[in-house]
């Protein structure tokens, strides 16, 4: 009986994390049609989702030809460094999504 528990329990486990890492997928597409929203994917992968209360993101109107469009996020700081993160960089790529090609604290 305890063996079939176990099993049971291990089959459901792989199953939340199929469906987990489908969902991160899907959401990832999701946010990366907008320039703003993988901004905030970038955000929330490194801080976490209550760091988004705290940005506003600008458009700069600087494009860089290597690096792209520059954005300007207010109040974003690195957990490891404690600085603020303050210029993105993102480029569409080949299927359309917008991805970051630079982040830092100058232009």
């Known amino acids: 009986m305890k ?3 176990k099993i049971l329990l291990a089959a459901i486990l792989i ?3 199929v469906i987990f890492s489908v969902a991160i997928v899907i959401t990832s597409k999701e946010f990366h ?3 703003e929203g993988a901004i905030r ?3 929330v992968l490194h801080k ?3 760091a988004l209360s705290n940005v506003k993101i600008i458009r700069g ?3 860089d030809k290597f690096y792209g469009q520059q954005y300007v996020v207010e109040g974003f700081t690195d957990r490891v460094t404690g600085m603020e993160l ?3 960089y993102l480029k569409k790529d080949e299927s359309g999504l917008w991805k970051i090609t630079s982040v830092g604290t100058g232009p």
């Open 15 to 17: 199953l939340l994390v």
């Open 48 to 50: 976490g989702p209550w």
């Open 41 to 43: 994917f970038y955000i």
């Open 33 to 35: 049609k907008t320039p």
């Open 61 to 63: 109107k600087y494009i």
């Open 3 to 5: 063996k079939k528990k």
């Open 86 to 88: 303050r210029f993105f």
